[in-house]
């Protein structure tokens, strides 16, 4: 089988159409060089250059052959940059989950930062709630999660990735809605409340019930639901008001009024991300680099 430095030695001569200026291109003596192309021209079993003049020429055989061994020379060298350029993380594909709710805000900036420092790296997005993904996670369906706290597992990593504070979210016939002043936590006791599920939306269902205890606030539950934007459609055909992280008030759904709420003593939101301590992914670690400063230019 021919090489490629057989092939690159044979471009050098065709394009300089002399062996000793070749040579010199290529770092090295004449001698060596004539042995390559002999070599080649003994494995292909044809004529490629014609020595008879005070120069050389391309035999039709060369002719033919040059073409395609440019094409292989540069298809070398491009494999060696893709492959250090997937060495570096800056090529592949990673699957990120995100929920309902860091779909508003967050996957945004996810996927702007990527965007602009590593456009080579495709990302495939899911869409799941935090106990999925951290199924998906753990059985490698997923690469890096957006996820609410819990996701505790010895196989998993997780760093914060953002915290936010709650709104109230009410019908736009609602008193709180049109009050002066900000509503209370506390301004919710009695009020139909469209509440989270206690399994699919855990770590909301949790937050919220232990922001209800602390302030003695029993409003009351009407409806569960696990997706932020069902619980808006719910608020604004009028059956209850909620509490959603500030990231929802993009939905800006027709009938829904967004107040922040005092009361709460500081209680935030908290998105994290997620992924496999194990996972071997090079474009996966040049992303939570990225993401971990997302304005510091590659």
Not at 5 to 27: D, I, K, W
Not at 178 to 190: Q, S
Not at 278 to 289: F, I, M
Request: glycine share 10%; with cysteine.
């Amino acid at each position: 089988m021919y090489s490629l430095e057989q092939l690159a030695g044979f471009v050098a001569v065709a394009e300089e159409g002399h062996f000793g200026r070749a040579a010199t291109r290529l770092n090295m003596t004449q001698p060596p060089l004539s042995r390559r192309i002999q070599a080649l021209e003994q494995h292909i079993g044809v004529d490629l250059l014609d020595r008879s003049g005070r120069g050389v020429r391309l035999t039709a055989a060369g002719q033919s052959l040059l073409t395609d061994a440019r094409r292989i020379l540069g298809l070398a060298e491009r494999s060696v940059h893709s492959a250090r350029r997937a060495m570096a993380g800056q090529t592949g594909t990673l699957t990120l989950g995100f929920t309902a709710s860091s779909g508003y805000v967050h996957l945004e900036t996810v996927l702007g930062t990527a965007r602009t420092r590593l456009p080579g790296v495709d990302l495939v997005l899911r869409e799941m709630v935090t106990a999925a993904q951290r199924a998906a996670l753990l059985a490698g369906d997923l690469d890096v999660g957006l996820v609410r706290p819990p996701v505790a597992a010895p196989e998993l990593t997780r760093r914060p990735f953002a915290r936010e504070p709650l709104l109230a979210a009410l019908p736009a016939a609602h008193a709180l809605a049109t009050r002066p002043t900000p509503p209370d936590v506390r301004d919710l006791d009695g009020e139909p409340f469209l509440m989270y599920d206690p399994d699919e939306a855990r770590y909301f269902h949790e937050l919220l019930g232990r922001l209800f205890h602390r302030t003695g606030t029993a409003p009351v539950h009407v409806q569960h639901a696990s997706q932020v934007h069902t619980l808006l459609a719910l608020v604004g055909a009028g059956l209850g008001v909620c509490l959603v992280p500030e990231a929802a008030r993009r939905l800006g759904p027709a009938g829904v009024v967004f107040r922040p709420l005092t009361g709460t003593g500081g209680v935030r939101a908290e998105l994290q991300l997620a992924w496999r301590t194990d996972h071997p992914s090079p474009a996966l670690r040049a992303l939570l680099v990225a993401l971990a400063d997302p304005a510091d230019p590659a």
